[in-house]
């Protein structure tokens, strides 16, 4: 079977692995699509070698087969179509006994600190899977991780229908907030720069706006009355976004921050007390939350495979990063990884 490895800063190998087998508790898959996202660029360019061993093959978004189970596992078996939640927490740190595994403060991310999904043959432990529904095609499987973050952070951020959210950034992320809270019911107003989002997200539906053209304050004092959105996310990981996220709530409003900043940003603390706000930091998922992305990606109300961009064979991957890096016209890129 063939690997991408990561071996160093913007360097990408492709080549052949020697398969792990699996031991107790854990399970062999063959992967067909893994998907490409901001945590692997920034392993591409060399930020998270703190964390990645070199050589190491990453990525963490997909879907496959099960091919081969260790001892002790009970609930899955070869043929089943799975994908991973690519969590592996310790279970005897506080956040874990506190029943906060996905935060567990020794935690292990599949695909970072370990080795990921950019092979043929991927093997994890057991209780890391979820089975997926055989409506639902692998290139969408692939995005099933990401739909979890969405889930997540609507989840936290406690959107019910008839709420006002806004989110902000149209990215893969936002943009799959934006449509799982609409689906929700909460009425959506997504904020992006860039023209091709702004376009998908118009052709899905969204309303979107470009805050350097549009006083995005105005407009949500204006649709609400005065009153203010119920709830906003701040997925853009910039200054900006954190200078306008504070004027966007109403009163006793919800801000969940999904982004990762890479600086501290200045926030307006006095719009906390003035407001009565309530702030939320979303990390990752949790099982729920790749139960409820899998129900809703099965039911085929979140238009998946607009979100693809493109897909790849693992010969590519350093192709679909660099189109990633690039921006402008893309949304999702995928990578085959082997025939699953």
């Known amino acids: 079977m063939k690997a991408a490895y990561y071996e160093g800063r913007e360097t990408i190998r492709v080549g052949e692995c020697a398969p792990v087998q ?8 063959r992967v067909s699509h893994c998907g490409i996202c901001g945590t692997d660029l920034h392993i591409f360019h060399g930020k998270m070698d703190h964390r990645v061993r070199v050589p190491q093959v ?13 001892e002790g596992v009970e609930s899955f078996a070869p043929g089943d179509r799975v994908t991973v939640r690519p969590l592996d927490p310790c279970g005897s740190c506080p956040a874990c006994k506190a029943g906060h595994s996905h935060i567990c403060q020794k935690l292990k991310f599949i695909g970072i600190d370990v080795p990921g999904a ?49 989110v902000q950034g149209g990215g893969p992320i936002g943009m799959l907030v934006a449509l799982v809270a609409r689906q929700q019911g909460a009425r959506v107003v997504v904020t992006e720069v860039n023209p091709f989002r702004i376009q998908l997200a118009g052709e899905l539906g969204l309303e979107v706006v470009d805050p350097r053209e549009t006083d995005v304050v105005k407009l949500v004092d204006e649709q609400t009355g005065g009153a203010g959105a119920d709830v906003a996310f701040e997925v853009s990981g910039s200054q900006a976004g954190a ?28 719009r906390f007390f003035w407001r009565e706000l309530r702030l939320c930091g979303a ?54 990884c082997s025939e699953a």
């Open 118 to 166: 950019m092979q043929g043959l991927w093997t994890v432990p057991a209780h890391t899977l979820h089975r997926l529904p055989p409506s639902l095609s692998f290139e969408q499987a692939a995005l099933i991780e990401p739909v979890a973050v969405a889930c997540h952070d609507v989840r936290l951020g406690e959107v019910k229908a008839g709420d006002y959210a806004v």
């Open 283 to 336: 990390r990752v998922y949790e099982p729920q939350d790749f139960d409820r992305a899998i129900a809703l990606a099965d039911s085929g109300t979140l238009p998946l495979e607009r979100l693809i961009t493109n897909v790849y064979p693992l010969e590519g991957l350093e192709t679909g990063l660099r189109q990633m890096e690039r921006g402008g016209s893309v949304m999702k890129v995928l990578v085959k």
């Open 22 to 29: 699996p031991a107790a508790g854990q399970v062999q898959i």
């Open 58 to 70: 990453f990525g963490h978004e997909m879907s496959g087969t099960l091919v081969a189970a260790g």
């Open 243 to 270: 200078e306008l996220m504070t004027k966007l709530p109403r009163t006793r409003g919800r801000l969940v921050i999904v982004a990762i900043f890479g600086e501290q940003p200045k926030v307006d603390l006095f």
